[in-house]
């Protein structure tokens, strides 16, 4: 083994990764202003400097659902990576994001919204970016058309969506990637090896190719830990279910109408091994 799998190895049993690829990324400054720059090409005057990070870090977002915010030009910028499964929920995270991003902007302004001085507030603009294949899914999604079938309500939400394109943007490639990752999972598995191919197709077709020349240690650590979070979270699921299924065997059990083989048909997830154990349990209990 090679000292710099030993080093990724040591990295991923400490856990230390708290980011994404999505938020290392763009916490970049020089790739946030390609990001802001494909929103907004015509937007001359902005610069590194020019941008403040507002992302919110440890209240709604995670690993897994990645949100990041900034301002520039009195502009409050919010984008939401939605991952391959498509849903209108993202609506109700932009939502929370917006109402805690304004929040948190005017403790750091120094503004109090109780006093009758009307406070000042940067111009939302809120995105989605899918990186998954677009179909026949729309360019623009609302809060009152997806939950309340168009009612003039009293609080809206708009949200532009970026899909794949045929551009070389910095957001176009970072869809790209998610793509290309995508497959090589299906290829793979959850694996080391579907990462490192993921970096190196990438570099091969110039897409994020200085961000993962400069920080492909960093990447592969990242990529794992997410992978070490899903594996948590299909083993809580699993663990639920299975205790679901053992308190359904123990009713049946108790109410004494079924014979164990007939309870295993019920509830195939169970053994009839672990049924008799079951039904030992429920028998000293009784």
């Not at 120094?110 to 899914?137: A, C, H, W």
Request: aromatic share 8%; charged share 30%.
């Amino acid at each position: 083994m090679s000292d710099d799998t030993k080093q990724i190895e040591e990295v991923m049993a400490k856990r230390t990764a708290k980011n994404s690829v999505f938020l290392d990324l763009f916490q970049n400054k020089s790739y946030l202003l390609k990001l802001y720059k494909t929103l907004h090409p015509e937007d001359s005057t902005a610069t590194e400097d020019s941008l403040t990070d507002v992302t919110i870090t440890n209240v709604l977002t995670d690993n897994l659902y990645n949100d990041l915010g900034f301002i520039v030009n009195n502009k409050l910028m919010i984008l939401v990576e939605a991952q391959s499964t498509w849903t209108v929920n993202i609506l109700v995270r932009i939502l929370l994001y917006l109402a805690q991003s304004y929040h948190e902007y005017f403790q750091r302004t120094s503004q109090d919204y109780y006093k009758s001085k009307k406070v000042k507030m940067p111009k939302p603009e809120l995105y989605v970016i899918f990186t998954g294949n677009k179909g026949r899914k729309p360019d623009k999604i609302s809060l009152s058309k997806e939950f309340f079938e168009g009612a003039d309500i009293d609080i809206e939400v708009k949200a532009k969506i970026i899909y794949e394109s045929d551009t070389d943007d910095i957001i176009n490639q970072y869809i790209i990637f998610c793509k290309v990752f995508n497959e090589q999972t299906k290829q793979h598995g959850m694996t080391q090896k579907a990462v490192t191919e993921t970096i190196r197709i990438c570099k091969d077709r110039n897409v994020l190719r200085e961000y993962l020349a400069q920080r492909e240690k960093e990447v592969v650590t990242i990529m794992m830990s997410l992978f070490d979070e899903e594996q948590i979270m299909k083993s809580f699921i699993r663990s639920e279910r299975h205790d679901e299924a053992r308190e359904t065997a123990e009713r049946m059990i108790k109410m004494g109408k079924l014979s164990l083989d007939e309870i295993a048909l019920c509830v195939p997830s169970l053994s009839l091994d672990e049924l008799k154990e079951l039904e030992a349990e429920v028998m000293q209990l009784a």
